[in-house]
């Protein structure tokens, strides 16, 4: 009923910045909100960041925080993630989830996902 896509991953020096954009299509008014999420190879899926829907509050993973900046443009049903200061550590796919709860950093309270955008940070 709601579908997310992903994009503006990619390669980039340690210290580099990117921006990556999540489009929601479906049954959008049912979402309350919207986070980002990655997984590197061998770890778990690990919260990023998420962003209520009506109110626009935000939240962020201690090892983002001062780094990464989540926003959302409602008329565009778009959730976006802008990433500086990148670093090694922060290579990994990074997932888009939509969900109805309020509670917002773990995974398994969002209903809908993305397909995943690589990033990967050189050093």
């Known amino acids: 009923q709601v579908q997310l896509v992903e994009s503006g991953g990619g390669l980039v020096q340690a210290g580099g910045s990117l921006r990556l954009s999540c489009a929601a299509s479906?049954?959008?008014?049912?979402?309350?909100?919207m986070g980002w999420f990655r997984q590197a190879p061998g770890k778990e899926r690990e919260f990023v960041a998420a962003?209520?829907?009506?109110?626009?509050?935000?939240y962020y993973a201690d090892s983002v925080k001062g780094r990464f900046t989540i926003s959302r443009d409602v008329a565009k049903n778009t959730v976006n993630l802008q990433m500086d200061s990148l670093k090694p550590e922060d290579t990994a796919v990074y997932y888009c989830?939509?969900?109805?709860?309020?509670?917002?950093?773990?995974?398994?309270?969002?209903?809908?996902w993305g397909q995943g955008t690589q990033v990967t940070v050189s050093s």
């Open positions: 962003i209520s829907w009506s109110g626009g509050t935000t």
């Open positions: 989830a939509a969900g109805n709860s309020r509670y917002y950093y773990q995974a398994h309270n969002y209903n809908f």
């Open positions: 479906g049954r959008t008014f049912s979402i309350n909100a």
